[in-house]
């Protein structure tokens, strides 16, 4: 038995030791040597004794790293959970219980989600000291990331050898929705990011269905609202006073067809949509609105009905961790059938979908037509950027020529559906990625301001 134990130690000694670039320079050094030896006599004690030096170098070195059993500890810390498209910090906590400074390289398992095969950080630590190693990572697709061990490699300044820990424990962790920016979007703080981010600044006082109070009148309010009995008693002119009405519901349809799979600056249409759906639906419940969640392609996948409860907002955000696109054609009769069946009351609702073609467009219009009816809806789809910068290039061949041309046919298309679309008393918005959110945004507060809804 204390056989056996001990070759254990010695198997996992063996695979933990690792011979440096250092010791083999050397190595072939002493080869040359001998090799001269044989030429030029005088060498051949100087090489054997240069060698001896050299072996007890290594031995040394090897009795230096390997004299803890447990010198180096590793300690990963972890985002409970991952933002997608956003910087991730993960911490490394590495502490030496050498009695000498060391050499160390972190070689961390990444998720394979990442693709990264030459991730390693290098640093020296101090005798007995603690150190904690940090680096950045931003995910582009939702879902459950899995983290390895991490592998420290340690070595003396001798430099002849080092040893392998594996340390730290195998981790799942889940990528959700952007939730890191949702606080950039907060109510709180909207005033001073809406000049730089272009946020819409609104008066709503006067624009709304849900009376406030009576105050007096300043210059800039509505003269249809001076309440002429007020103004009577007090002998100066009154006016009522109205805010935002509350507690309506607004709801996300996020299509999770084929034609959201489109990539853009690494994430795809479908997760811009459910980012922008995120960060309204926190601004809704801000706002005291009801927020609720749609997402369909073939059939309704995924519904949050509308509430303004405490843990909506994570209702919503775990709701929409792990959707993913079919690659099939959406089925907006589905839509209707499960707005009609859910949705009782007027609401407000979010549309973020995609088409190719004004045939795309018209073979859903009968149902965006009917959903209107009964709702106010906005419909939400996308410029592709690329094509942009095509139709904006300058050309000089003819098949630049050509494919201007198309580029500009692909634009024009997409005017034309904004055009369609209004005809028929549908509201929709076109924008590129990057605007969705902020636009999604303005036109919330924009409808809330008019009381649409």
């Known amino acids: 038995m204390q056989e056996t134990s001990f070759l254990n130690k010695l198997k996992k000694a063996y695979q933990s030791i690792y011979l440096n670039n250092l010791f083999f320079y050397l190595l072939s050094g002493f080869v040359v040597l001998f090799v001269l030896s044989f030429f030029i006599k005088e060498l051949y004690l100087l090489s054997q004794l240069l060698f001896v030096v050299f072996i007890g170098i290594v031995c040394f070195d090897i009795y230096l790293v390997f004299r803890i059993q447990n010198g180096i500890e590793a300690t990963r810390t972890l ?100 939730f890191l920016k949702l606080k950039q979007f907060d109510l709180k703080t909207i005033n001073s990011l809406s000049s730089a981010y272009g946020i819409k600044k609104v008066r709503r006082i006067g624009n709304s269905f849900e009376f406030e109070q009576i105050k007096e009148y300043v210059q800039g309010d509505n003269i249809k609202d001076i309440n002429w009995k007020a103004t009577a008693k007090k002998n100066q002119l009154m006016v009522n006073q109205f805010v935002d009405e509350k507690a309506q ?67 919503i955000l775990e709701s929409l961790y792990n959707v993913k696109t079919n690659y099939e054609e959406t089925d907006f009769g589905i839509l209707y059938s499960a707005i009609k069946q859910n949705i009782r009351q007027r609401s407000l609702l979010l549309l973020y979908t995609n088409f190719d073609s004004m045939d795309a467009l018209e073979r859903q219009m009968s149902y965006l037509r009917a959903i209107n ?40 298309d997409k005017e034309l559906m904004v055009l369609e679309l209004s005809k028929y008393g549908v509201n929709s918005i076109l924008t590129t990625p990057e605007n969705l959110t902020i636009d999604s945004i303005n036109k919330y507060i924009e409808i809330k301001s008019k009381g649409l809804i």
């Open 79 to 178: 985002p409970e959970k991952l933002s997608n498209g956003d910087q991730n910090t993960i911490n490394i906590q590495l502490k030496n219980n050498y009695p000498l400074d060391v050499f160390i390289e972190v070689i961390d398992e990444l998720p394979a989600q990442f693709q990264i095969r030459d991730f390693s950080i290098h640093t020296k630590l101090r005798a007995q000291s603690s150190k904690t190693l940090s680096y950045d990572l931003v995910p582009t697709e939702r879902g459950a990331y899995h983290f390895g061990h991490t592998h420290v490699f340690v070595h003396s300044i001798l430099n002849m050898v080092t040893k392998k820990y594996v340390l730290g424990q195998e981790t799942v962790t889940k990528t959700y929705p952007s």
């Open 249 to 315: 519901n607004i709801y996300m349809l996020i299509d999770r067809g084929r034609t959201m799979k489109m990539p853009f600056n690494g994430l795809s249409l479908l997760d811009y949509a459910i980012n922008a759906s995120l960060i309204v639906s926190n601004v809704v419940i801000q706002k005291q609105d009801k927020a609720g969640l749609f997402s369909f392609s073939k059939n309704i996948n995924d519904y949050v009905s509308a509430e303004r409860r405490n843990h909506q907002l994570g209702m």
């Open 373 to 412: 009816k009964s709702h106010l809806l906005i419909v939400i789809f996308f410029k592709n950027t690329e094509i942009l910068k095509l139709a904006n290039k300058k050309v000089s061949t003819e098949q630049e020529i050509v494919q201007k041309t198309v580029a500009e046919k692909f634009i024009y």
